[in-house]
Nanobody
Framework: QVQLVESGGGSVQVGGSLRLSCAVS????????MGWYRQAPEKEREGVAG????????YYADSVKGRFTISQDNAKNTVYLQMNSLKPEDTGMYYC?????????????????WGQGTQVTVSS
């Protein structure tokens, strides 16, 4: 069974930075997409970033473009989300996901594994 475990969340001030990590463990199987999602209280879960694993091509939601960067380290079986210039509206639970194809607006299609999430809180 493949498992995804997020880490690196926390509480930061407006304009601060965080780097989230998603560690992949268990029986690994090739996939075409790793993505990051977030969900604020009382709101729908939204894709924020996705990476096409075969070539590293990355895609982002408009709300985070220019501030967030997704990357992968295949040797460490880890996907990262570098978050800079954080805003209060970035607050939420962040989830890593594994899917079949990358979406141009961030995230993945055909998701079949989710992580447990890590909390990010941005205070003004």
């Amino acid at each position: 069974q493949v498992q995804l475990v997020e880490s690196g969340g926390g509480s930061v001030q407006v304009g601060g930075s965080l780097r989230l990590s998603c560690a992949v463990s268990g029986r690994t199987v090739s996939t075409d997409c790793m993505g990051w999602y977030r969900q604020a209280p009382e709101k729908e879960r939204e894709g924020v970033a996705g990476i096409r694993t075969r070539d590293g091509r990355d895609y982002y939601a408009d709300s985070v473009k220019g501030r967030f960067t997704i990357s992968q380290d295949n040797a460490k079986n880890t996907v990262y989300l570098q978050m800079n210039s954080l805003k209060p509206e970035d607050t939420g639970m962040y989830y890593c996901a594994r899917g079949r194809l990358v979406l141009s607006g961030g995230g993945c299609g055909g998701i079949y594994v989710w992580g447990q999430g890590t909390q990010v809180t941005v205070s003004s």
